[in-house]
């Protein structure tokens, strides 16, 4: 505290040269809070304490405007009970009221009544009032009374106390009314009580220990929970209260200069609140050492402290991007085959790529010639995409058009295809011209290819129709040829039929009046006679067989021979065959063998070609065996569903080159006109075309010199 | 006995074969009349109402089918035996004669001994060679 200066007109009291200095420290007091009279009242009472030891007392102000006496100040004894010490100044019984009366102090016994509640302040026993004199010696009588238990050794000071004191009270409360003045202390109390409650702000005072001693609303709502509160606010507060104290310690260790940082639990909420705290430690002579705290509510800052460090990192993170993105587009618009040059509204190129450099760039080892020609592509260019930059056509308004370039290097024409289109801002501000040149050599060359391709295409389709129509022709010759040859065998086919049925009138004549001459109609025969009869008869019938045999391959080539299936069991076959060709057999002197399958079963077939088939066969075998024997076998097939007749012989055999030859038509193995043996050469060929339309065939083994078996195979059920 | 033989009425337009036929038929002891085509058999058929009647099938002028529908047509000659004889073997030419009436089918070439055969089934007569006689 600084040194004030001297008191001036209070020094010419006369005091102990003892208690000089101290009465002039309370004087200084005084000067320095002169016009509060509560501090001075208060400073008065510790001075008592200090110097004249007094323990416990009391000072009362008369305050004749509202007729009170009241209690301003009090040591030793409770802050209530000093502001409850008020009584009427118009209470005559009231010792108090009295004192104030008189010149000297009084004692007032204890015991005595209306002793009021500054007796119960001071605790029980007689105590003295002291009454203090005012400047103006006014009839009221004193400004105020000192209350304390009686000494002896205290008169001196007591005295010169009360005289200045009162002398101070009596000039403070000529500026106003002395209640109205406490009851302003008490309005400025609650004034700054409702300030420090309206800061957002936690506030509060703590001892050095960190216990709470003044805390503002919000700070209690953070640091202070009563038993009817919740559990979990409870507990809230006590976290906050050791990280309060925690926080205390650390800063009395490392110096309270420094705001620090405090993760605090909001009790309602119970999410997380980060504050800084600034603590300055504040002396009170009355309270001692405190610690006054601000809290301020960092959370919300450091969240957006964060948001803004998160968002600068995306950005970093987006130009990182943008920068890549520019650096790709670089390369793919170098990597473009096409020039691109990208031109600025006052027409300057702002971009191009390697291709268009080499248009727009003179090389650094070119000639002049490069040069000119360098401004000649240049002229070309700018004229294109005037248009553009004067701002013709629409903002979406594509140009092309085709230019003559030169090569700088080689002078060698170029035709490029311009296609350029506008850039604009978003407020539709021009901002670039964008212009890709398309060489179009490649695509005149193959237009020119085309054109040629087109021409030997053309040819070829030439002649190709050509052949085509050729081929037509050809066809057409064909399909009339076939048809001719159609004609002819169905001529053919009806002319045999038709000769056929000629040759029978007068066979059957012949055969008729030979047969009568042998039957004796004409009467009896010489032995010459009869035996020439017989060959004209055996001659004729085998012309009858081999016109039957014609006919037979007229019909069946023409579709005309009819199957009539019935059923019939195949064994029984061979012994009627055996029995036709009897005359035959005897005449071989062969042995016939059948080989019947009892199993076999009956078949539904056409009796009548089975039959046939299987004498063609047989007189086959008969014809070509001399010695040995022939047998017949028929055997069954169940897993194939057929049956077979089979007809081996000793013969003379058929050579396997031969085997598909006797099968044709008109054939036999020897066909040379001097042949051994006898028939038509048809027989076979019928057999195999009537196996077939049963469904059947007729298979041959055989080999020359070793005999021959045919054997006719036909499904058990032919019918279709 | 010649004039107590049933009647045959041969119906042929070629001579040698007609002729043969009659000649053997009656030499095997039937009657014989012989016409030479549909006209003429209609003629004789109606006018001597023989046993059985031989008809060709091919005959120039009214057809050897055409006679047999007229014959089995007529009540006076429905009842007569009608055996065809033709040289077409082709398939349909019994299918053919059935449906026109014919009671028998013989195929030319036919041995007079055979058609003879035919004929004595034909009338229910036993059958007997004319060497057995």
Known sequence: MARPQPARSLARQTLSSGTEAARLELLEYFLIHHDDLQRCAQASLEWLHRYAGVKRSVCLLADRDSGTLVGVAGFGVGADDVEMSESSLSDEGNPLVGALASAEPIIINSGRANGGSTRAALGPGAYAAVPLRGVRDREEGAVGLLLMRPGSDTTADLSWLSTVLGQKLDQIRGRGSLAEEVRKLRRERSLLFTIINSVTDPIMLTDTEGRLIVANARAEKLFAAGEEESEGRRRAVELNNMLFSAALSRSAVEGPSEARELLLVDPSEG?????????????????????????????????????????????????????????????????????????????????????????????????????????????????????????????????????????????????????????????????????????????????????????????????????????????????????????????????????????????????????????????????????????????????????????????????????????????????????????????????????????????????????????????????????GGIEIAVMHDADTGSVSIAVSDTGIGIAPEHHERIFEDFRQVDSSPSRQYGGTGLGLAICRRLAGALGGRIALRSNLGQGSTFTLTIPVDATP | MTEQGPLILVVDDYEDAREMYAEYLRFCGFRVAEARNGNEALEQAFSLMPNLILMDLSLPGMDGWEATRQLKADPRTARIPVVALTGHALAGASEGAKRAGCDSFVTKPCLPDDLVVEVRRMLGLPQTTPTDR
């Open chain 1, 271 to 627: 999410s997380d609140l980060l504050f800084e705290v600034l603590s300055s430690t504040v002396e009170d002579s009355r309270e001692g050492t405190g610690i006054v705290s601000v809290l301020r509510n960092i959370t919300d800052l450091r969240r957006a402290t964060e948001q803004i460090e998160e968002n600068y990192q995306r950005l970093r993170v987006l130009e990182a991007e943008a920068r890549t993105e520019r650096d790709r587009l670089n390369l793919i618009i170098d990597s473009v085959a096409d020039p691109i040059i990208v031109t600025d509204p006052t027409g300057e190129t702002v971009l191009m790529n390697a291709p268009a450099e080499e248009l727009f760039t003179v090389p650094v080892t070119a000639a002049d010639i490069a040069e000119r020609n360098v401004q000649a592509n240049d002229a070309h260019f700018s004229s294109f995409i005037s248009g553009l930059l004067l701002g013709e056509g629409g903002p979406r308004e594509i140009r092309r058009g085709e230019i003559g370039l030169v090569n700088p290097s080689s002078s060698e024409l170029i035709p490029v295809e311009a296609i350029a289109g506008k850039v604009q801002s978003e407020s539709g501000e021009l901002t670039a011209v964008v212009t890709i040149l398309h060489d179009r050599r490649e695509a005149l060359e193959r237009v020119r290819l085309y054109e040629q391709l087109k021409l030997a295409s053309d040819e070829l389709q030439a002649r190709v129709q050509a052949a085509t129509a050729e081929l037509a022709t050809q066809n057409e010759l064909l399909r009339r040829q076939a048809i001719e040859l159609e004609q002819a065998s169905r001529l053919k086919s009806q002319f045999l039929a038709n000769m056929s049925h000629e040759f029978r009138t007068p066979l059957n004549a012949i055969l008729g009046y030979t047969h009568m001459l042998l039957h004796g109609v004409a009467g009896d025969l010489t032995v010459a006679a009869r035996r020439q009869l017989t060959r004209i008869d055996s001659n004729g019938r085998h012309l009858l067989t081999i016109i039957n045999e014609i006919l037979d391959i007229t019909r069946i080539e023409a579709g005309k021979m009819p199957i009539q299936i019935s059923e019939f069991n195949p064994s029984e076959i061979v012994p009627e065959v055996m029995a036709e060709l009897d005359p035959v057999i005897a005449r071989s002197k062969l042995i016939v063998t059948p080989k019947l399958d009892p199993e076999a079963p009956p078949v539904h077939s056409d009796r009548q070609k089975v039959k046939q088939i299987v004498v063609n066969l047989l007189s086959n075998a008969l014809k070509f065996t001399h010695q």
